[in-house]
């Protein structure tokens, strides 16, 4: 049982690149989440997925999109990354709500 | 919105000593506050919850205590081992999730 799959770990980007982030559970969860984590600052939530079909906005969603492509995946995409974006990224699910959130292990992302 | 408070931000205990973290909460319509371990190279995971309509709440070694009035939760872990040094994050929810900034705890063999 994989639980919450993240892909790549680490990336590291030029200003201005884009990239899309991966994320897939097998815990046939309803809602999906991405967070970032900045020293310092806690997690921080940048956008989610109450259901398939739906996303919405977090805290912290400028510069960043997401497609929930199906129940089990939810990606998050920087269409033009700047060096503000270096940051942890995490996805997490949970069967409903912001409530016993599962995490994946995390994406390291540098941005030059 | 909530803003959430976690004290102290680093702390080094002796094993087999106890550690208290604390944080505070500003919303009151807070009804919900999870403790999760994160792990050297790994994602958060939850450890402990509580809902607002308990006071305690204990899990073997672990314990959360709420106090609703003066709006702040404490995570109390006994008898500390190694494996529990991590970084510990408290959140409390109103209609989001909102996490204190973490607590790096280290436990001295």
């Known amino acids: 049982n994989a639980g919450v799959t993240q892909t790549p770990k680490f990336q590291v980007l030029k200003t201005g690149q884009s990239m899309t982030l991966q994320c897939a559970q097998d815990?046939?969860?309803?809602?999906m989440y991405w967070y970032r984590q900045d020293p310092g600052m806690g997690l921080r939530l940048i956008y989610y997925?109450?259901?398939?079909?739906?996303?919405d906005k977090g805290e912290v969603p400028n510069g960043y999109n997401v497609s929930r492509l199906n129940k089990r995946e939810f990606s998050l995409r920087l269409e033009s990354a700047a060096p503000s974006q270096t940051s942890v990224y995490f996805c997490?699910?949970?069967?409903?709500?912001?409530?016993?959130?599962?995490f994946g292990s995390g994406t390291q992302l540098s941005v030059l | 919105g909530e803003n959430v408070e976690q004290h102290p931000s680093t702390l080094s205990v002796q094993e087999g000593d106890s550690a208290v973290i604390k944080c505070t909460y500003s919303d009151s319509a807070s009804n919900y506050f999870p403790w999760y371990k994160q792990e050297l190279g790994k994602g958060p995971q939850l450890i402990i919850d509580?809902?607002?309509?308990?006071g305690e709440k204990k899990d073997q070694r672990i314990a959360v205590t709420l106090n609703k009035t003066a709006k702040h939760f404490s995570l109390h872990i006994t008898e500390t081992q190694p494996e529990d040094s991590a970084v510990y994050f408290c959140a409390a929810n109103d209609y989001k999730l909102s996490f204190g900034a973490g607590t790096t705890v280290t436990v001295r063999a």
């Open positions: 997925s109450a259901s398939e079909g739906t996303t």
């Open positions: 815990m046939n969860h309803n809602s």
């Open positions: 509580i809902r607002s309509n308990v």
């Open positions: 997490a699910s949970s069967a409903g709500g912001e409530e016993k959130l599962f």
